[in-house]
């Protein structure tokens, strides 16, 4: 007996079910977690299921590549805003910090962008080259707009943007690629390095002595 035919809304409802499984893959296990049968069992279908919805496993990750490049510049579109409608140095502050957070809670997403970038990349996905390039676009333009106003050191606004990113990533990097595997440099230790990294990339680029009174400020 043939199974019913899904409404369009029924189809766009388990893609995106789809979509969020395999995200959780990718975030437990990196994108070689992700398996037409991992996804199956995840969602407690049989795995010729999938093939209802997505044609393969690359058009799944070009899928799922596409809808977090939507929502990651959906969030820059609302930091960009909140810099021109208020204060362009928290949200500075706040762009920088989101590394690190993206470093504690899904580590595997963090090592997949920064860390094993030189790799090629998964099929389906975009190149990390390409995200990257896309952070210092955001970054650059956040930076200019606070040379702008005068909050921040008038300088190359691309070089800034990259001697920020570079300050801020260089010893998260270190700690995933385990450079950094001291005790010390671990809990509390990590934590203190971040936060002293964040507060040397603001004091870059708008002077120590306001970084240290933001830093005072956000803490």
């Known amino acids: 007996m043939p199974r019913p035919r899904r409404s369009p809304e029924e189809i766009a409802q388990m893609r995106e079910r789809m979509l969020d499984a395999a995200l959780k893959l990718l975030r437990e296990g990196g994108p070689q977690a992700i398996s037409i049968r991992a996804l199956a069992e995840r969602l407690g279908v049989s795995h010729m299921v999938f093939y209802t919805y997505f044609d393969s ?63 090629s990349s998964p099929e389906g996905f975009t190149k990390p080259t390409e995200i990257l390039a896309h952070d210092l676009e955001h970054l650059q333009t956040l930076i200019e707009l606070g040379m702008s106003r005068g909050v921040f050191v008038s300088r190359d606004p691309r070089l800034a943007a990259k001697v920020v990113f570079a300050i801020v990533n260089g010893p998260l990097i270190l700690i995933h690629s385990g450079r950094l595997t001291d005790e010390a440099d671990a809990g509390r230790g990590r934590d203190e390095l971040i936060q002293e990294s964040l507060s040397a990339a603001m004091a870059y680029v708008i002077g120590p002595q306001t970084a240290e009174n933001t830093a005072d400020h956000t803490e």
């Open 57 to 119: 496993r690359a058009e799944l990750l070009r899928a799922l590549s596409h809808r977090q490049r939507e929502r990651v510049g959906q969030r820059r579109a609302q930091m960009l805003e909140r810099a021109r409608q208020g204060d362009v140095v928290q949200v500075v502050r706040d762009a920088l910090a989101h590394y690190a957070h993206i470093s504690g809670h899904v580590p595997r997403i963090y090592e997949l962008l920064l860390v094993h970038c030189v790799e």
